[in-house]
């Protein structure tokens, strides 16, 4: 059978059982999955009507989730060992769904999505797989929020999404998101002294949707900017983007020059004693505010403000 990924948008091929097979082996040999069930209230219930072959009466069922096992209810089959299974399909194609307690569900996306056989697949795909082998209620709606929620898919668009940008586009005509960022200082703190306090923040703030971070920092040297954009921001935004910062002598400095030129980032120096040009700026007037009331309001002891 072959099916479109919505989420990647390309024809995926024939369809492979592998990952579900593989979680389905893990779970299997994680848990007692008779127990687990017994432990899940809508599955005890469902276990039951199939252990007496009493027909559920639905007028007495509020449970949306113990509904939907109602509705199932000739499907349900019970294993020789206690397990509650669906069966689907026919012929060559029938099979027995486990059904899934909701305290496994994360588990079961979570290996069925990351597992090495799979990779991280689109939602659609990852349904597909947990389709095969598992039943839950909502299972597409679970699986769809899940794999849109995972950091490693969602830093991987942003890679693809910054890697489209033109090598050398520096201009305010840029509309590619995460393509060009603002980065400043803010600080040092008052009263924030002594060895190891983090005095400053470093921020940057992409400048087509505005979305900042910051970074408590203990001194405003080029290592230290390095060492965050090098472990946490490039990690997650790629390479090859525009920073544009001020001429502050962290960013002059051969060593940040250098060490950002060799991972293929531009720079931009926006005019000395002008911070208004960098919009950065207006970040850091929330963010100043931010930090004080919190330090005033709240008895954040100032080494503490971070
Ligand atoms: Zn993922």
Redesign the pocket.
């Given at each position: 059978m072959i099916v479109q990924d919505q989420a990647n948008d390309f024809p995926v091929g024939p369809e492979d059982t592998s990952a579900s097979q593989a979680t389905q082996d893990q779970l299997h040999k994680s848990y007692r999955m008779p127990d687990e069930q017994a432990r899940d209230p809508a599955l005890h219930i469902a276990k039951d009507w199939v252990q007496k072959k009493k027909l559920p009466d639905m007028s007495n069922i509020t449970d949306p989730q113990l509904r939907r096992y109602a509705t199932l209810y000739p499907k349900l089959r019970l294993t020789s060992d206690g397990t509650l299974f669906l069966e689907e399909g026919t012929g060559d194609d029938q099979r027995l769904r486990l059904c899934v307690p909701a305290a496994l569900i994360a588990e079961v996306i979570r290996c069925l999505?990351?597992h090495p056989l799979a990779g991280?697949?689109g939602r659609y795909r990852t349904y597909l797989q947990a389709k095969r082998r598992f039943y839950w209620p909502n299972m597409h709606k679970h699986i769809s929020c899940a794999?849109e929620g995972?950091?490693?898919?969602?830093q991987?668009k942003e890679r693809k999404a910054t890697k489209q940008v033109p090598l050398g586009q520096t201009s305010t005509k840029e509309h590619t998101r995460f393509a060009k960022f603002y980065c400043d200082l803010v600080g040092p703190w008052p009263n924030a002294r002594g060895p190891g306090t983090k005095k400053y923040l470093l921020t940057l703030q992409d400048a087509v949707t505005k979305y900042p971070e910051a970074w408590a920092i203990t001194d405003a040297t080029a290592e230290n900017i390095i060492r965050v954009l090098t472990n946490e921001f490039f990690p997650r935004y790629g390479v090859g983007m525009t920073i544009v910062s001020d001429q502050g002598r962290q960013f002059i400095s051969t060593l940040f020059q250098h060490a950002v030129k060799r991972l293929g980032v531009f720079t931009v120096k926006t005019q000395a004693y002008e911070p208004k040009t960098n919009p950065v700026e207006r970040l850091h007037r929330t963010l100043e505010n931010v930090i004080r009331c919190s330090m005033e309001n709240e008895k954040v002891h100032p080494t503490q403000w971070h």
């Open positions: 999505h990351q991280h697949l794999v995972c950091t490693t898919c969602r991987s």
